[in-house]
């Protein structure tokens, strides 16, 4: 079993809704944690997520504790829960007749102090996001600015919409200027995802990254990724990932990196290493633009200027 905060995780309740008081759902599958391994045999458990099936055929998670989202052990049993029910929708015949998925619903049960002091734990998670980059700084006072060509965004909002399943991609970038990049296309690798995670097979992986042209091989600086409906803060998982890229990218004066992880909800979280200017951006320090909304802007600046509100008391056509 990974390191967790509980000390016991059970998904052994669910029960089939045969009413309209809870939308779409059909089946729910209560995910139970107990912090005390003593205790989980003479307490209810506390309720840190449910899986939950429904009448479109969909699998969504909504967490009760956002630590379950990044928890490993909690995402074990999560990922156990998806499979198995599955499995139980099939055999019962449920299919899917509507398209309305539920979003996550994360709630405040714990702390976010409480939330923050845990997730920078190496003996929770074994990693620590201050011990990640020790020499970079967060930016004060500074912006930086993400552009997304049309192709890039096309292609990753196909991407969400196509695949149920978690699916990864690279893209390449290039720097306009200080702070400044622009993603210009995006290319998925080969890899097995799953409704949690996404593996790779490291020599079929080696094989695509070396059949690439030079140039997107080298202005390949981007790693995407979607978490489906899930919350889209990065998980143990994917800090461990950033680790691996980061220690290589330290070997170089003026190397960057972008990682973005989107969901279904088109949420999306964002981070950008930077050695040249020895900083770390993240989310609301991070301007995202499409390269075309500037002339889309524009044009509605116009439009706006051209279409008047009929004067009080007159009469429009």
Same mark, same amino acid.
């Given at each position: 079993?990974?390191?967790?905060?509980?000390?016991?995780?059970?998904?052994?309740?669910?029960?089939? @809704?045969?009413?309209?008081?809870? %939308?779409?759902?059909?089946?729910?599958?209560?995910?139970?944690?107990?912090?005390?391994?003593?205790?989980?045999?003479?307490?209810? %458990?506390?309720?840190?997520?449910?899986?939950?099936?429904?009448?479109?055929?969909? @699998?969504?998670?909504?967490?009760?504790?956002?630590?379950?989202?990044?928890?490993?052990?909690?995402?074990?049993?999560?990922?156990?829960?998806?499979?198995?029910?599955?499995?139980?929708?099939?055999?019962?015949?449920?299919?899917?007749?509507?398209?309305?998925?539920?979003?996550?619903?994360?709630?405040?049960?714990?702390?976010?102090?409480?939330?923050?002091?845990?997730?920078?734990?190496?003996?929770?998670?074994?990693?620590?996001?201050?011990?990640?980059?020790?020499?970079?700084?967060?930016?004060?006072?500074?912006?930086?600015?993400?552009?997304?060509?049309?192709?890039?965004?096309?292609?990753?909002?196909?991407?969400?919409?196509?695949?149920?399943?978690?699916?990864?991609?690279?893209?390449?970038?290039?720097?306009?200027?200080?702070?400044?990049?622009?993603?210009?296309?995006?290319?998925?690798?080969?890899?097995?995802?799953?409704?949690?995670?996404?593996?790779?097979?490291?020599? #079929?992986?080696?094989?695509?990254?070396?059949?690439?042209?030079?140039?997107?091989?080298?202005?390949?600086?981007?790693?995407?990724?979607?978490?489906?409906?899930?919350?889209?803060?990065?998980? %143990?998982?994917?800090?461990?990932?950033?680790?691996?890229?980061?220690?290589?990218?330290?070997?170089?004066?003026?190397?960057?990196?972008?990682?973005?992880?989107?969901?279904?909800?088109?949420?999306?979280?964002?981070?950008?290493?930077?050695?040249?200017?020895?900083?770390?951006?993240?989310?609301?320090?991070?301007?995202?633009?499409?390269?075309?909304?500037?002339?889309?802007?524009?044009?509605?600046? %116009?439009?706006? #200027?051209?279409?008047?509100?009929?004067?009080?008391?007159?009469?429009?056509?």
């Amino acid at each position: 079993m990974s390191k967790s905060y509980w000390a016991e995780i059970r998904n052994d309740y669910d029960r089939v @809704i045969d009413d309209d008081k809870h %939308g779409d759902a059909l089946i729910e599958v209560y995910i139970d944690a107990w912090r005390n391994p003593d205790d989980d045999d003479h307490e209810e %458990g506390k309720v840190i997520a449910k899986v939950i099936f429904t009448k479109s055929g969909d @699998i969504c998670i909504t967490y009760h504790n956002y630590m379950a989202s990044e928890d490993s052990y909690a995402q074990e049993i999560i990922s156990e829960t998806i499979s198995e029910l599955r499995k139980t929708a099939k055999l019962k015949g449920f299919k899917g007749d509507v398209e309305m998925p539920i979003p996550i619903i994360p709630s405040e049960e714990i702390e976010k102090e409480e939330y923050e002091t845990m997730k920078n734990s190496i003996s929770l998670y074994g990693w620590n996001n201050s011990s990640l980059t020790p020499s970079l700084k967060l930016p004060k006072d500074i912006t930086a600015k993400l552009w997304i060509s049309d192709l890039a965004y096309s292609k990753t909002t196909a991407l969400l919409s196509s695949f149920s399943t978690e699916v990864g991609w690279h893209g390449t970038v290039s720097r306009k200027g200080e702070h400044e990049y622009i993603i210009e296309d995006i290319f998925v690798y080969p890899q097995e995802g799953t409704e949690v995670a996404i593996n790779t097979d490291l020599a #079929e992986y080696t094989k695509w990254l070396y059949d690439c042209d030079d140039e997107t091989f080298n202005k390949r600086r981007m790693h995407g990724h979607s978490h489906v409906y899930m919350d889209t803060k990065p998980s %143990g998982v994917d800090m461990e990932h950033r680790d691996k890229i980061i220690k290589q990218l330290k070997t170089t004066k003026d190397g960057f990196y972008i990682f973005m992880i989107w969901n279904k909800h088109y949420n999306i979280n964002n981070t950008i290493y930077d050695m040249k200017s020895d900083m770390i951006f993240e989310n609301r320090e991070i301007k995202v633009e499409r390269v075309n909304s500037v002339e889309v802007k524009d044009f509605l600046k %116009g439009a706006q #200027e051209k279409v008047r509100q009929p004067k009080e008391g007159s009469l429009a056509n």
